[in-house]
């Protein structure tokens, strides 16, 4: 067993301990946002250190490249389906006990204040109003 | 050892998919899909390079990008709760 196979599954037991402590961080935090911050943070980290430990194994162009592609678009799309998750979380209003500080509350309140002064029927700025 | 690492992401995947069934909220059981499917593609890359089946690689690309756009699609439809907007 050369050095770069010693690296390659080095690289792949990281990756494995790195999903194992986001499900468990998925399964023991109390609230949603938490939940979405374990889970996407150490599945990305894991699932990109997995996939490095694979292309490595594996050494052919071909197949290499397409695990850096895959890597890729991981590292891409993640964080973009998290966010959009915790934003209909909080705009669905299902998270509200949760919350200590709210600081996007303000954020929305008075966009929605400066949409009334300004007088125009904004229909997107109506349905923000997020006050319970 | 990389049927090892299969095996530990798959007892992992099971553990999630309990916050999909116990989740109190929808967002809970949203962000816990999230984590089997990504977790569901890296058994998916692990066991096709333990067997030498190379295609598994596309279909993991294709089921990388599925999962993408249902993600958003579910969030989207929790969040205006109606599709064309």
């Known amino acids: ?132 | 050892m990389m049927l090892f690492a299969a095996a530990v992401i798959a007892l992992a995947c099971l553990a999630c998919f309990y916050r999909v069934i116990a989740g109190p909220t929808v967002p809970d059981r949203m962000a816990a899909v999230d984590v089997t499917g990504l977790l569901i593609a890296m058994l998916m890359v692990l066991l096709a390079s333990h067997f030498g089946f190379s295609p598994f690689y596309d279909i993991v690309l294709v089921y990388a990008a599925l999962l993408f756009v249902d993600i958003m699609i579910m969030a989207k439809y929790l969040e205006y709760k109606e599709l064309y907007r």
């Open chain 1, 1 to 132: 067993m050369d050095v770069l196979q010693i690296i390659a599954y080095t690289l792949i037991m990281l990756g494995t301990g790195f999903c194992v402590i986001a499900v468990v961080g998925m399964l023991r935090f109390p609230d949603v946002y938490t939940r979405y911050h374990a889970g996407t943070k150490g599945v990305t980290a894991g699932n990109l250190l997995i996939l490095a430990g694979v292309a490595i194994v594996e050494w052919s162009l071909l197949i290499s490249l397409k695990l850096l592609l895959i890597a890729i678009f991981f590292f891409m799309t993640n964080p973009v389906a998290t966010h959009a998750i915790a934003r209909a979380a909080y705009r669905s209003r299902s998270s509200f006990p949760c919350l200590f500080i709210d600081a996007y509350r303000e954020y929305v309140q008075r966009r929605l204040r400066y949409s009334e002064a300004e007088g125009e029927e904004d229909e997107a700025a109506a349905t923000e109003d997020v006050s319970p």
